[in-house]
């Protein structure tokens, strides 16, 4: 089992959707738990920390479930610009490891 | 204040060369790593660094070796490229702690034939 598993993608969804990203990690010692975003060609770039007690960024809200290992996004009313791909990423250690990222395409 | 910068952004060898992947980061963090991305692989820890004239193996750090002989400046060496090895290569930098955020370079494009 891959230490960090992300639903495969893409997403197509239309602007204004709701749309829900999950995150699975093997490590029930894992600590720290963020989301990067990761645009075409481009360097990752963090997005929001994931919380325990789950946290909301404006339209993004980030659930941490610790007794199932599950990560979860959730992007509401859906911009063009949020078209990108969405890397779930763990501590394991000292070190951090990343999902293979989940697609999203937000089409007008 | 540029933040991470990677030296150069393309680059295309043959099997067998050798090169030097150069980091450099402006904003005084500790810790520094390199990181490899293939497609449907997430990105895969090589080396990192946790301050000046210290570095560590990652995940994949089989046909690498690094140096950290200042803290702005992180360099990744391929001694003898491998096919296997065309990759995009990321290097990346945070404060002293492994749950602090990490700030992205540009990233290196790597094609070895």
């Known amino acids: 089992r891959k230490e960090v598993e992300q639903d495969p993608g893409p997403f197509n969804v239309p602007e204004g959707a709701t749309v829900a990203f999950n995150c699975t990690y093997s490590n029930s010692a894992s600590q720290s738990f963020f989301w990067y975003r990761q645009d075409c060609r481009k360097e990752p770039k963090l997005l929001m920390s994931?919380?325990?007690s789950g946290n909301e960024d404006g339209r993004f809200t980030a659930q941490l479930n610790r007794a199932s290992q599950y990560i979860s996004l959730l992007i509401r009313d859906s911009k063009l610009s949020d078209s990108a791909t969405y890397l779930c990423v763990v501590n394991v250690g000292q070190n951090f490891v990343f999902g293979p990222g989940t697609r999203l395409s937000v089409l007008p | 204040n540029a933040g991470v910068t990677q030296t150069p952004k393309f680059r295309v060898l043959k099997t067998g060369q050798s090169m030097t992947l150069l980091c450099a980061q402006d904003m005084n963090h500790e810790y520094m790593y390199w990181y490899r991305q293939d497609p449907g692989m997430g990105l895969r820890l090589i080396h990192y660094s946790v301050g000046e004239g210290t570095t560590a193996k990652g995940e994949v750090p089989d046909g690498y070796n690094v140096s950290r002989l200042k803290k702005q400046n992180f360099l990744l060496g391929l001694e003898s490229a491998a096919p296997s090895q065309t990759s995009v290569y990321f290097c990346a930098s945070s404060l002293a702690s492994h749950w602090e955020t990490q700030y992205f370079g540009p990233g290196t494009r790597l094609l070895v034939l």
């Open positions: 994931v919380y325990s």
